[in-house]
Structures are given as structure tokens and as C-alpha cells.
């Protein structure tokens, strides 16, 4: 699972919208370099079926997230 806070997500900005891209070959090794990356290993998984589950877990702050995934 990736979770890609606002700040990262500036980097897809920078991808050009006329070829297809993938994160793991051109938004990850930049964030990597960074030192943008963190590994979790987490008790639980949110699954993110519709657009309202999605919604429930942008509304967490990272504190709410993590205590809810057991981290």
C-alpha cells in the first residue's frame, strides 16, 4: 500500500500528461532521494473500495492514521 501525503504529491504535478507514468518508476526513486520515503509495517489494512472510504481516510490526520493501522 502507498499513502502519499499532500507535500508528495506535488511530484505527480511534475509528470507529463501525455504519456502514461508510473510512480514506482518516476515519483518513488525521486522521493527515495529525498529522503521522502518511510516504511511502516502496520496490524491492519484499510481497504479503498469508493470514493467515500477514501474520503474517510483523507479526513485522518497522520496521528489518526497511524493509531488506527497500529503503528
Do not use: C, G, H
Request: aromatic share 8%; hydrophobic share 45%; net charge neutral.
Amino acid at each position: 500500500m502507498m499513502l502519499f501525503l499532500p507535500s508528495a504529491m506535488e511530484q505527480f504535478r511534475n509528470v507529463p500528461s501525455d504519456k502514461p507514468s508510473n510512480p514506482e518508476d518516476e515519483i518513488i526513486p525521486r522521493l527515495v532521494k529525498q529522503n521522502k520515503v518511510t516504511v511502516f509495517a502496520v496490524e491492519r489494512w484499510i481497504p479503498i473500495n469508493y470514493a467515500a472510504d477514501l474520503r474517510n481516510v483523507s479526513n485522518m490526520d497522520s496521528k489518526e492514521l497511524l493509531r488506527f493501522l497500529n503503528v
